[in-house]
């Protein structure tokens, strides 16, 4: 079984949420499985630099 669909279940029976998110920096890979539905600019310090993000997520079954 895929990993994200593995996460997704327990997130969704096990954890009781509604949906899982990640908010990655726009040159990393996005993860299968996940929709992207927007972009947050500015939206973490890192190394003293900010940076963008776009926030991907999936809704449970």
């Given amino acids: 079984m895929e990993t994200t669909r ?4 327990v ?3 096990r954890l009781k949420l509604n949906r ?4 990655i920096q726009p040159d990393n890979a996005a993860s ?3 929709v992207k ?3 947050s ?3 973490l310090n ?3 630099r900010w940076r963008d ?6 809704l449970s079954p």
């Fill in 32 to 34: 299968i499985g996940l």
């Fill in 53 to 58: 993000h776009e926030r991907w997520a999936i």
């Fill in 46 to 48: 890192l190394g003293g």
């Fill in 11 to 13: 997130a969704s029976n």
């Fill in 20 to 23: 899982l998110e990640a908010n």
């Fill in 41 to 43: 600019a500015r939206y």
């Fill in 6 to 9: 593995k996460r997704q279940l």
């Fill in 37 to 39: 539905e927007g972009y």
